[in-house]
């Protein structure tokens, strides 16, 4: 029989060490393999030895690996688990401008600054305003001018000319000879005084070299 | 946890929180070692973990066990600073050895917290041990710890480590003929 007459390879016995801790399972014909460990007392010893040497194996790796989680290792991460969730727990931390003064991070004290600004600002116009309208007053017939208010439409206008009118320093009435001569006079010689040099430099020289021109 | 945090009971939910992190950082901590093969990395990933399932707790289905979906966040963790540090290593002067087998190694545990088993365990022959366990390939020997000292199974192993079940099962059985090798010639050496 084949179970009794050959002895089982490592392969055989790690299946199944696996077997027993499963993580393997036993196929159909490995029914000889359990058979025969049964049966055989050599193969039995060297599974044994296997098994030990493989707990063996684990221990030390477990004990290696547990070496690395002493006690305060475990509480420092513990901490440090714990703060960084409170840390997400407070939500995002805004950060000051550095050069910011302490006013400013307050969030208060420019809004009332603002204020205080936009109230200054007012008062400014107010005072602006009504000392323009005190000096206006003050200048002579500045009273008659504000009191007219806006200016007239164009259907009030032929009523608000008629003081006008009567303002005006009117002369008597001339004849047409009269006027005539008045306008001659007006053309011919210039009454500003500032006029009458350059008149004499351009238009009378003219004439003077005009004439001879003409004789 | 996830009810404390639904109703905005802070202080209920920072206390269950506190509870779950003392009930679960120890073995976190060794699964993440496994798998990172450094005490730094692995216990900055295991931060990271706790943290992402306190932010996503709302998400966590009550009806499967929170052991499953933990081990998956902290699997994803650790993937992501795998290969945050090969992109790291990759840029690194060569010949310059920045992870040793494990880490740097922490304080040995006191003697008092070792079972009867690990006191009968000399030191030499577990020098010897995880000699042998250091000399498997990586994949062999994630798979070994994970499966053999954890005792996760080959399917949860692969959903850890993004093999596939079967593949789990053969890293594991030549992970274990490998040491049997390894602990035969030992012995034979000796």
């Known amino acids: 029989m084949f179970a009794v007459k050959r002895h089982l390879d490592d392969n055989a016995l790690i299946r199944r060490y696996l077997a027993d801790r499963g993580l393997e399972a036993l196929k159909a014909n490995d029914e000889a393999l359990l058979r025969h460990l049964v049966q055989c007392p050599a193969c039995e010893d060297r599974y044994v030895a296997l098994q030990i040497a493989f707990d063996q194996a684990r221990d030390a790796a477990l004990a290696d690996a547990e070496a690395a989680c002493s006690p305060d290792r475990m509480a420092h991460q513990r901490d440090r688990i714990l703060r960084r969730v409170e840390a997400q727990y407070a939500g995002p931390r805004v950060l000051p401008f550095p050069a910011a003064s302490q006013g400013a991070r307050t969030g208060q004290h420019p809004r009332v600054i603002r204020r205080w600004v936009a109230a200054a600002a007012v008062a400014g116009l107010v005072v602006g305003l009504t000392a323009g309208r005190l000096l206006h007053l003050g200048e002579p017939g500045a009273e008659s001018t504000a009191r007219r208010g806006p200016l007239p439409a164009a259907s009030s206008a032929p009523a608000r000319q008629e003081p006008i009118m009567r303002a005006v320093n009117v002369q008597p009435v001339m004849n047409e000879d009269q006027f005539l001569s008045e306008v001659e006079l007006a053309t011919a010689s210039p009454r500003t005084a500032e006029l009458r040099a350059i008149y004499a430099l351009t238009l009378e020289e003219t004439r003077d070299v005009v004439r001879p021109g003409k004789d | 946890m996830k009810a404390a945090v639904l109703a905005g009971q802070r202080d209920q939910a920072r206390e269950a929180f506190s509870d779950l992190v003392t009930a679960h950082q120890r073995h976190a901590t060794r699964l993440a070692l496994y798998l990172l093969r450094d005490a730094t990395e692995a ?134 003929r490998k040491l049997r090798i390894a602990l035969e010639g030992g012995r034979v050496r000796r």
């Open chain 2, 43 to 176: 216990d900055e990933a295991v931060q990271d973990a706790f943290v992402k399932v306190f932010t996503h707790i709302t998400s966590y289905r009550e009806d499967l066990p929170f052991e499953a979906w933990f081990t998956r966040i902290l699997a994803n963790t650790c993937r992501d600073r795998q290969k945050a540090r090969r992109r790291r290593e990759r840029w690194e002067v060569a010949g310059v050895d920045r992870h040793p087998e494990f880490g740097p190694r922490v304080e040995a545990a006191p003697a008092t917290t070792l079972n009867p088993e690990e006191l009968l365990l000399g030191d030499e022959r577990r020098r010897e041990l995880m000699k042998a366990i250091d000399a498997l390939p990586d994949r062999q020997r994630t798979v070994l710890l994970l499966c053999h000292v954890e005792g996760q199974s080959p399917r949860d192993v692969g959903e850890m480590t993004g093999l596939n079940e079967s593949t789990v099962r053969v890293h594991l059985f030549r992970a274990l």
